[in-house]
């Protein structure tokens, strides 16, 4: 009845580096093919920053006065002063709708498929946040080359260099927030939620559109709110990089929200602790 | 440990979703070569069951020395007997008509050990490795079949089995030729590079079933596979694991409502509100139950268990 042999045919030694690379390949080389196939996403994913740039700041620029606050040494014009805030969300967006993709994913089982690799979990989902980081960094120099030509650009060109170990930390920690998020998010409808709990309040209550003491003005309660809001440090961390300068502050409140969402992920997609096992899903 | 241990082994396996308990100490092995159904209605735990096996979910309660040592001869049957070792054959062969009778399954384990108030417990091993406390080497020997459709639709046929391979770190030079391999093991070698998308659902099944062999694993899990397919691509289906199972050894769980796809000399596990109501050689459960089929003998087992 049975023609095997006895002998475990798979050797029992750990994977090497190099199959952990060629893992971590496969993983962008895939969502890089998924992103060449939805370039609706991309596309929508660049116009969305450029109405706000184009429309939205060329109104308020008369409106809101911004006074010299650092890491400005001089008045700038709102375009100007609202591009970190744009940048990063383009980040939180794709943050947001890779987490979507997740959901899709688990539901479609695609996210299964990913799970039963042999690979440690926190290595897959590590994979899996490193794809979406760089798909956003993209589309964040894409949305850089065009305000360029609006005469939106650093001080010196290595605000461009600089900028992006900031995209690279803001994209972890929005894309981590995104994975926890779907593992908690059972079915797809729940990402309006998302966009009404999560993105718009995000965004608003941030220094993305305004400075905080503008907000501090109007009420210390939301000026409070906007100064714990990661999204604020994830602006300012931009503002201040596009300027080859560090915003500390931010960047220490970025590593901790960062690690926070990360533990916070992985422990979900953790088969013996996940929520997954309470959901049943 | 004697000889080598089974493809699969379910150890006393509970598990609740809140209050509800989707899995009451189901315990069975799959050995090696074998084609073993997991037969059950829609909500009897076979997803649950699946997703344990998998890993998705931990099984994990520890409590499984002892009453599970035992029970690897107490609840395993049939064909399963005979690679335990001659100690426990005999009673094995006893167990046979114990295990199938009605609400007896459920106490092969519980009367050793007495953990019955547990709701999470119980462990699975793959070729011995134990999926919770080693996944990686569970993993690795093991291959998955989903019921939802997992291929990327956008990508090529030859792309999804190269991130598969790449999932399990096969780079994409030797992911190519076991994807070739693999393709034309399943009749698909022309197929390559067209867009899974535009592949028929039973030929989506067949490039599934080559990606979860891609890595070589010698314990294939299909969860419902011919679920949504036309009545020849089920039996095309069928026909193909049935052939991998004959010609390569492969030991296979086949989990399934449909009764018309077990033959009489399958193992079967019949599942039915989360307990194992039984298991062994189909024509044997049939004998014990005194019933002309496999359909009516699964209707006296559930109906015994709810009278």
Known sequence: MTTSSNADPLSARPFTSAQYAICLGGVVWREALRFLHQRERFVSALVRPLVWLFIFAAGFRSVLGISIIPPYETYVLYEVYITPGLMAMIQLFNGMQSSLSMVYDREMGNMRTLLVSPFPRWFLLGAKLFAGVAVSILQVYAYLVIAFFWEIEPPTKWGYVTVLPALALVGLMLGALGMLLSSLIKQLENFAGVMNFVIFPMFFASSALYPLWRVKEASPWLYYACSINPFTHAVELIRFAFYQKIAWDSLAALLAYTSLFLFGAIRAYDPAKGLLTRKGG | ?307
């Open chain 2, 1 to 307: 440990m004697t000889d080598s241990p089974p493809a699969l082994a379910v150890k006393r396996l509970s598990h609740s979703y809140g209050s509800r308990k989707a899995l009451d100490d189901v315990s069975f092995n799959v050995e090696r070569g074998c084609f073993a159904a997991l037969l059950g209605l829609n909500g009897a735990g076979k997803s649950t069951l699946f997703s344990l096996v998998t890993g998705l979910y931990a099984a994990r309660g520890g409590a499984t020395s002892g009453g599970a040592a035992r029970n690897i001869g107490g609840a395993t049957s049939g064909g399963a007997a005979r690679n335990i070792g001659g100690a426990t054959s005999g009673g094995a062969a006893r167990n046979i008509g114990g295990a199938t009778s009605g609400g007896a399954a459920r106490n092969i384990g519980g009367a050793t050990s007495g953990g019955a108030a547990r709701n999470i417990g119980g462990a699975v091993e793959i070729f011995g490795f134990d999926i919770a406390n080693d996944p990686g080497q569970a993993l690795r020997r093991l291959g998955v079949v989903f019921q939802a459709r997992t291929l990327d639709l956008e990508l090529s046929v030859m792309q999804n089995l190269l991130y598969h391979a790449a999932l399990h770190g096969i780079g994409p030079v030797e992911g190519r030729r076991l994807a070739e391999a693999a393709l034309a093991r399943a009749g698909l070698a022309d197929r390559a590079g067209d867009k899974a998308r535009d592949l028929s659902g039973g030929q989506m099944r067949r490039v599934e079933i080559a990606r979860a062999l891609l890595h070589g694993p010698r314990l294939l899990l299909l969860d419902e596979p011919t679920v949504g397919l036309d009545i020849k691509a089920r039996a095309d289906i069928l026909a193909h694991v049935r052939d991998l199972v004959r010609r390569e050894g492969l030991a296979v769980l086949w989990t399934t409502h449909l009764i018309d796809e077990i033959e009489p000399c399958d193992q079967v596990v019949v599942l039915h509100r989360g307990r194992a109501l039984a298991n062994g050689v189909a024509a044997e459960i049939v004998a014990a139950r005194g019933a002309a089929g496999i359909g009516e003998a699964f209707e006296r087992l559930t109906a015994a268990e709810e009278g």
